[in-house]
C-alpha cells in the first residue's frame, strides 16, 4: 500500500529540483502523476520509466504557468481522464536577485507572473474541481525569505511571503470544503535554483545551516508527501520549514 494509492496529483514544474524529487516521490507511492514542464518532451523519458516501475501512470503536460488558457486546459484534460484531482502541489518558480535601486520593473513583472499570479490562478483552477469533490490537498512552495527577507532578494522574498500569505488565506476559504491548502517554505536545498547564486555565497550560507549541510530535494519532496497524503487529514493553513536549522 502506497501513502497516496490512486490520488490524482498534479506538480507543476517537474522538470528538475523539488519538482522532479516530487513526482519520483508520489510515483512510488501510488499516485497517478501529471507533471507539469514548459519545455516540450522534457519528461517523457522519466515519465516512461516511472510508470513502468511503479506501475501507475505517470503524465507529462507541457504548459507555461503563466499562461491562463494552457494551465486551465490542461486542468480540464486531467478531469476528463481521471475525473478529478486530489492534490496540487504549486512548485514552479523563479529566483532572480538584484539590489535595492536596481530592479526594474519587468524583473519585477516577471518573479510575480510565475510565483504569484501562477499559484494564485492554479489554487483557483484546481479548487473548482477540488470544491465538486469536497475534498482536496494543495501544497505550495513558500521559502524561508518569504518568511525571513534575504539582502539582494526583495521582489523573490515578496512573492514568497505572498506565497505564504495566501495559503492561510486559501486555507481559511476552503477548509468548508473540505480542501486542505499547506505550504514547505524550504530553506536552502541543493538545486539549480539555489546553485545559481554562486560557490562564494553558498559558502557564506552553509555557515548559517546549523546542521551544517544543504538539504536535499528528496528531504523537501518527502514532507510534501507527507502533506499530500492522509496523514495528514487535519493540517490545514501551516507553512512547514525545512531548513536544517538555517539563519538568514
Ligand atoms: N532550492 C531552494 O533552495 C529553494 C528554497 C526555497 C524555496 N524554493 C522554491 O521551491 C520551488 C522549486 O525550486 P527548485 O530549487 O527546485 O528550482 P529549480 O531547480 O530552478 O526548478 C524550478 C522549476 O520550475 C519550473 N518553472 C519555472 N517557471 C515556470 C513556468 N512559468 N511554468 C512552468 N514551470 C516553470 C522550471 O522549469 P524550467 O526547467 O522550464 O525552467 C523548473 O522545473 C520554487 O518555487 C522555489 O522558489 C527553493
Redesign the pocket.
Known sequence: MGLLDGKVCLI????????AATVKRFAEEGAIVYA????PNILDDLCLELSETHNTTVKALYF???DEIASKKAVIQIRKETGKLDVLVN?????KDALIGMISRDLMQEIYD??VF?VMNMIQLASKVMMFQKNGSIIN?A??VGLEGNPGQLVYSAT?GAVATMTKTASKELAPQGIRVNAVA????D????RSIGDEKIKEHLANIRMGRLGT?EEVADVILFLASDLSRYITGEIIGVNGGAMV
Request: charged share 15%; aromatic share 2%; net charge positive.
Open positions: 507543476t514544474g517537474a522538470s528538475r529540483g523539488i519538482g507539469n514542464a514548459r519545455t507555461d504557468v503563466r512548485n514552479a518558480g523563479i529566483m510565475t510565483n501562477g512552495l521559502s524561508i514568497k524550504p530553506g536552502m536545498i538545486t539549480d535554483m539555489f530535494p
